[in-house]
């Protein structure tokens, strides 16, 4: 349950966090690419059973 909640969140982040909106356009990637690599860190752990 905690690990599904934890994807979904990160996820809802991950989507606010791409620069597609104008006063985001300065920001580049990082973000999105900082969530995104937590987001497939998480789901691996949540497969391996450690979360």
């Known amino acids: 349950m905690l690990s599904t909640l934890l994807i979904v ?3 809802l982040l991950l989507v606010g966090a791409l620069p597609a909106w104008p006063y985001s356009s300065g920001w ?3 973000p999105g690419g900082l969530l995104g690599t937590v987001l497939v860190v998480v ?3 949540a497969l391996l059973g450690r979360i």
């Open 9 to 11: 969140i990160l996820i």
């Open 28 to 30: 580049g990637y990082a």
């Open 43 to 45: 789901v691996i752990l």
